[in-house]
């Protein structure tokens, strides 16, 4: 009982500091050299579009963007480029983490799999983590202290195609798994990972590590 108390006292102090944001990053990309091109952003899913939330995004998308040399449409309807955007995080699963006592026990593990299509905030399906279940065994005491906590998997697309022939010049995509699934925290971290050297040499997947801001520090 008292291991089990300390490790949740471990586990809210861990949670009240900030740490390191890790994504992983694919990009394709056939974008021309910026030159003051146009552009206006939109959301995949429409339902998100003209909304506070997706505003607030879309204005961190527009800022990485004039960075690159790329500049907001004055009027949308005449602009070079359409930038679309999506974002979402799945529902959570429980990771258990145990501390080895006396003797050996053996784990298995589940694979990989792949993220599902967005619908509105929330992914139809997530990817598993390959330490995240599997039965424990063997003999001699097994584990001592067992401690579980939520892991969420959040991703954001970013797509950019031309205007004047349609043509799509850049696909990318950030995921992420973190112990919180508050998109207003989630979502800016994406972006600026998705911006992260880009546009970056196309088909390269990427493991790009964002340093918490110091205020933020526990």
């Known amino acids: 009982?008292?291991?089990?108390l300390i490790a949740a006292a471990s586990l809210i102090a861990l949670a009240g500091c900030a740490e390191n944001?890790?994504?992983?990053?694919?990009?394709?990309?056939?974008?021309?050299?910026?030159?003051?091109?146009?552009f206006v952003i939109q959301a995949t899913d429409q339902r998100l579009q003209g909304?506070?939330?997706?505003?607030?995004?879309?204005?961190?998308?527009?800022?990485?963007?004039?960075?690159?040399?790329?500049?907001?449409?004055?009027?949308p309807a005449r602009a070079d480029l359409v930038v679309k955007l999506a974002y979402s995080v799945d529902n959570g699963r429980e990771k258990?983490?145990?501390?080895?006592?006396?003797?050996?026990g053996g784990f298995g593990y589940g694979g990989f799999g792949r993220f599902g299509g967005f619908y509105g905030r929330r992914f139809v399906y997530g990817f598993n983590d390959p330490f995240l279940y599997g039965?424990?065994?063997?003999?001699?005491g097994g584990y001592t202290d067992v401690r579980s906590y939520t892991v969420f998997n959040s991703a954001l697309e970013l797509q950019i195609e031309?205007?004047?022939n349609g043509q799509r010049v850049f696909e990318g995509t950030a995921r992420a798994q973190s112990r919180d699934d508050n998109l207003t925290y989630l979502v800016p971290n994406l972006i600026e990972a998705m911006f992260t050297g880009f546009p970056g040499n196309s088909?390269?997947?990427?493991?790009?590590?964002?340093?918490?801001?110091?205020?933020?520090?526990?």
């Open 51 to 75: 909304g506070l939330e997706f505003g607030q995004y879309a204005r961190l998308v527009t800022t990485e963007l004039v960075r690159q040399g790329y500049q907001p449409a004055a009027d």
């Open 1 to 4: 009982m008292k291991k089990s």
């Open 203 to 218: 088909g390269q997947t990427l493991n790009i590590t964002i340093a918490p801001d110091k205020k933020n520090k526990g």
């Open 162 to 164: 031309r205007t004047d």
């Open 135 to 140: 039965g424990f065994g063997g003999f001699g």
């Open 96 to 104: 258990i983490v145990s501390s080895p006592g006396f003797g050996y």
């Open 21 to 38: 944001f890790s994504a992983r990053v694919s990009r394709f990309q056939a974008l021309p050299p910026a030159t003051g091109q146009s």
